[in-house]
């Protein structure tokens, strides 16, 4: 094991940040494998059709509990030790989904699932710790690109698995690889011990005055969580959308949502270009490009077959608008303060994830009650109201305010 501190590095190894890209991709899709085996897991633990949308919310539950409470650890626990006991429960949480007999016990390993996944978001500003400055936007943007790929690629793979072998198969898969992952990463990373620790409570109650005494982080927040809302609410509802007016199967359904795979491409190019210094200009037309994207699905029929061109086009463009814009976000809030990145990259997550909740939410009920029209005109609206927020962002206070922020609450 290396003992060397991490913080005293200057710069990352391309290895390194490719096995932290991996990692995450790894972790992340931990979160997304039961979304379209919702059917078969309700089927086998006696989940009723009412209760079956539990399967999904009790991970969320699990991961914004986790980032509120578990991901703020990593500046106050050496991180390695963090992300080994995490990745533990992790794999723990994966096995007893795979071999549970009952809806309850499912749904206690759904909300662990979460909870232990939340290690790649320790992962993602560690490797910002071990890049130096010039380099932190590109580390970032690969590492989130990893991690964006292992949200696409969850989906088609754990329908593809489970066509094979059943829809246990995932769960036992993922956890012999995030059994074999801990076991390296305990091995290769390097030792991050933060600042001297405060007490987990004072560390807790800090949250609050963060958020309250950084605009930047609010702000960087609302306008991810209208974009990855907008995201959720398209996810969600074009596979129904696909079935219904398309005649689409599951399988074609699966390889409509690797288009989503291209826009992680967007993640590394614009954390380049944030290093260049286009932050707030790549914001801007993350909005707008995501705002066109539901837009562009409106010039032809529903149903005809450049409708379906449109909405391969609008997928792709859509994803790269969400994947570009969170690495930017995310390069611009870990300059707000070193020491407290682990809870200010919580509380991102935390914001831009209960967005995400709500667009599914909205998704399902517009499908509902207006079709795929509502939902469109919604996936419009959400990006143009961050687009609003936007154009009325005022010059923000920078990283010795918020230094000045977390000596107090700490």
Known sequence: MRNKQADQDSRISSWMMIL????????????????????????????????????????????????????????????????????????????????????????????????????????????????????????????????????????????????????????????????LLTALLSYVLPERKPAPAVRYGKLILSLGGILRQTPALRRRGLYQACLFGAFSLFWTVVPIHLADDFGMSQRGIAWFALIGVGGAIAAPIAGRLADKGWSKSLTGLAMIVAALSFLLIHLFRSDSTFALILLFVSAFTLDMAVSGNLVVSQRAIYSLGSEARGRLNGLFMAIFFIGGAIGSSLGGWSYTHGGWKLTSLIGTLLPLLALIYFFAEKRLPGSKKMQETVAVES
């Open 20 to 179: 932290l890209a991996a990692a995450c991709g790894l972790i992340a899709a931990n979160l997304y494998y039961a979304q379209t085996l919702v059917g078969p897991i309700s089927d086998a633990t006696g989940l009723t059709s009412t209760a079956a949308g539990l399967i999904v919310t009790v991970t969320q539950i699990g991961y914004v509990v986790g980032l509120l409470f578990i991901v703020p650890l990593s500046d106050v626990i050496e991180n390695r030790r963090l992300t080994v006991i995490m990745l533990t429960v992790a794999a723990g949480a994966l096995l007893t989904a795979a071999f549970a007999p009952n809806a309850p016990l499912f749904l206690i390993a759904s909300l662990f699932i979460g909870i232990g996944s939340v290690v790649a978001q320790v992962l993602v500003p560690f490797s910002s710790y071990l890049a130096s400055e010039e380099q932190r936007g590109r580390v970032v943007g690969n590492v989130m690109s990893g991690l964006l790929l292992g949200i696409m690629f969850a989906r088609p793979v754990a329908s593809y698995i489970t066509s094979l072998w059943g829809w246990r198969a995932i769960f036992v898969l993922s956890a012999i690889a995030i059994s």
